[in-house]
């Protein structure tokens, strides 16, 4: 099968550059040390200036990628003199601000074609090169994506990211989304065989691809991560998040932002009524709060009888459970915000309620209104309103629809305009931390209930008039009245921890 690779340079031969991530400044002027100051992103390294090389290299590589050739002659070369002083200085440079250090693969004309940048700073890069017949393949783990000017290679389990300036690059990294051995690459891409070793030896120290083990008469080759027990579980999606929710295994920003004045943020206060509600809001009945606290188990008793509970018998909740529920868990309360805990107090979530009747409210959904703790009928179609139900009763394991399901949503731009790199996490945090006082309420209030694991984002979207990219399902939760006033206290047919 012919190749349809874009054609090679006519000269095709790699040289590397070296240069210093953006955020890295230098001050070389010596002070009465002999040092100069290197701050990084993450620490200041003081360096000796004492050879005029050393300055001379740092300046030169906070324009952009420089071969040190041409700071330091033959510094790369094979024919470099053993014990050369000046050479040393200058490996010795490179080794301390190494986490600062981007490498990149360029033509003999300048054309870059791959850049390797350092994104931590235990980053370690030691590239070197494979022999033709090494089989390699990209890892599980990587992902392309679209960056400001290239496209951008990256994986959870790497100390770094690369950049593909050049279609070329592209077309090399390609090759392997399968295992392929150096040779049959650089045949493939009719590109000379020292140019590719050189690249995928670079692809390889990065750690985007992952060297096979084992011949062609041992059959097909092996791979490391594959059989890694500590990676068997991890999807690559899921541990990207977790990586990237957390300071200490990447470079991107992290927690509150620094708004805008321009920036409008997300239209509407928190609990803002949805402009698609139908009809006069519907006011709960709220409950004495004395009365509440006279009348209530202990805290541990109460963690002691949360069971998660499926009742195929469940009762609709009367307006007053139903009102005391939501009020106790969710409402906005005056100077000390909702009875759960949000990030910086920015309460994402939006809760909407979908009864299943019969009584009063009728059936159909709702938005609550955590200010006001009332309720607005949205005009869903009853084919949704079945269709949501029933999910839920499946999802719980019922044999009938739940009396009440309460489905959690989050406004997404509210947290992730103020808390970039977390926002997600932090959602999902906010979802357990509301499901549990979902949970301990409605057991004081001998009510059954039930955190489900998934809904269905789709659904649920349509049901509530919702463009799911700006707000969408990431909870659910299902409620019933129970027959005798309060849930089972051990594990039976119907209670599961």
Not at 98 to 127: K, N, Y
């Amino acid at each position: 099968m012919k190749s349809s690779a874009p054609p090679a340079p006519q000269e095709t031969r790699l040289i590397e550059l070296w240069s210093l991530r953006e955020d890295t400044t230098v001050r070389t002027a010596a002070d009465a040390a002999g040092t100069g100051l290197v701050s990084t992103l993450w620490e200041d390294i003081r360096l000796p200036m004492t050879d005029p090389v050393v300055p001379r290299a740092l300046e030169r590589m906070t324009y952009g990628p420089v071969s040190l050739d041409n700071v330091l002659p033959g510094f790369s070369g094979a024919d470099a003199v053993p014990g050369d002083p000046r050479r040393a200085a200058l490996r010795s440079m490179l080794e301390a601000v190494r986490h600062a250090v981007i490498r990149t693969l360029a033509l003999t004309d300048g054309t870059e074609q791959v850049s390797v940048v350092p994104i931590m700073p235990e980053a370690r890069f030691t590239p070197r090169m494979p022999p033709a017949d090494t089989v390699h393949r990209l890892s599980r783990f990587a992902t392309l994506r679209l960056g400001t000017r290239d496209m951008v290679l990256e994986s959870p389990l790497s100390t770094h990211r690369v950049l593909l300036h050049t279609p070329h690059a592209m077309w090399l990294v390609g090759c392997y989304v399968r295992p392929a051995s150096v040779r049959e690459t650089a045949r493939l891409l009719d590109v000379p065989l020292e140019v590719v070793r050189k690249a995928v030896g670079y692809l390889e120290a990065s750690g985007m691809l992952v060297p096979g083990s084992g011949g062609p008469e041992a059959g097909p080759p092996s791979f490391a991560e594959d059989r890694d027990p500590a990676l068997e579980h991890w999807s690559p999606r899921e541990l990207m998040l977790h990586n990237r929710s957390r300071p200490g295994l990447h470079d991107e920003p992290l927690g509150l932002a620094r708004r805008s004045t321009e920036d409008p943020g997300d239209p509407g206060d928190p609990g803002e009524p949805r402009p698609w509600a139908d009809g006069t809001p519907l006011a709960l009945p709220v409950p004495d709060l004395d009365r509440v606290l006279a009348a209530d188990p202990r805290l541990t008793t109460a963690l002691e009888a949360r069971r998660s509970v499926r009742a195929d018998g469940g009762l609709p909740l009367s307006p007053a459970q139903l009102g005391e529920l939501l009020y106790r868990s969710a409402r906005a309360r005056p100077t000390a915000g909702r009875p759960y805990p949000s990030v910086g107090g920015v309460y994402p979530l939006e809760l909407y309620v979908t009864l299943a009747g019969p009584g009063e409210p009728k059936r159909g959904c709702y938005h609550y209104d955590p200010s006001a703790h009332t309720l607005h009928r949205l005009g869903t179609r009853p084919a949704l309103v079945d269709a949501l139900l029933a999910e839920a009763g499946a999802a719980a394991g019922l044999s009938a629809e739940p009396p009440v399901l309460i489905s959690m949503t989050a406004r997404f731009r509210r947290i992730g305009a103020a808390y970039p790199g977390i926002a997600y996490s932090a959602l999902l945090k906010e979802v357990g931390a509301l499901q549990q006082t979902l949970y301990l309420v409605a057991t004081a209030m001998g009510i059954g209930p039930c955190a489900l694991a998934f809904g269905d984002t789709e659904a649920s979207a349509r049901a509530f008039g919702l463009d799911w990219r700006a707000e969408s399902g990431v909870g659910e939760f299902v409620l019933a009245a129970l027959p005798g006033g309060a849930p089972p206290a051990g594990h039976g047919r119907n209670s599961h921890p």
